[in-house]
């Protein structure tokens, strides 16, 4: 596929100026823990958590919570609470947050809240990173977690853990490496 992308990639034309984009932060709403609750009124997609396009997660997580939503409303008809749907969504968007946020923190710029546990994680995921690439049971356990189809725990079932452990250079620790770029990450 690589090699298909590059002959197309080599053919091309620009069809305008490149244009920059910046992304300004990583911001979630915790709507869920509001004391009053307005009626008949949803917040969903980027109103609730908003990703950095980096790690192409935010449509995912928006359709997911139209997927929520849908289940609520074929339990309760319209009268689905505001209580109700934010807190579905928030115990949701709590995994997808966590990746993204302690990824975000490989970089030095990255400011607020940070997670419990990043530093281990980002060690983790950093060998993750450099296992999966060798070996297709890893690779396909990593992207189960990352297109939000299994939670993250999945990756913590023994097998995997003596294969990130020991598997392919012998017994050495995980070291915390560069992933993929962010910049901020709020809660």
Known sequence: A???????????????KIRRFSFPRQIRQRYEKLRRYPERYLILGDAVCSFDP??????????SEAVILRDL???YGTDVRFKTYQSAIGKFIDDPWQMATTEAYNWPETTGWKPAGAKFLQAFT???HE???EDPELYGAFLDVVHLDQKPTSLFKPKLLRKLMFGGR???APVAGKALP???AEP
């Open 73 to 75: 409303v074929d339990k």
């Open 131 to 133: 296992k999966a690439a």
């Open 2 to 16: 690589s090699t298909d992308i590059h002959r197309l990639l080599a053919r091309a034309k620009p069809l305008g």
């Open 126 to 128: 950093a060998r993750l």
């Open 54 to 63: 980096v790690f192409g997660q935010g449509m995912s997580v928006a359709s």
């Open 182 to 184: 962010a910049k901020t």
């Open 170 to 172: 012998g017994t050495e």
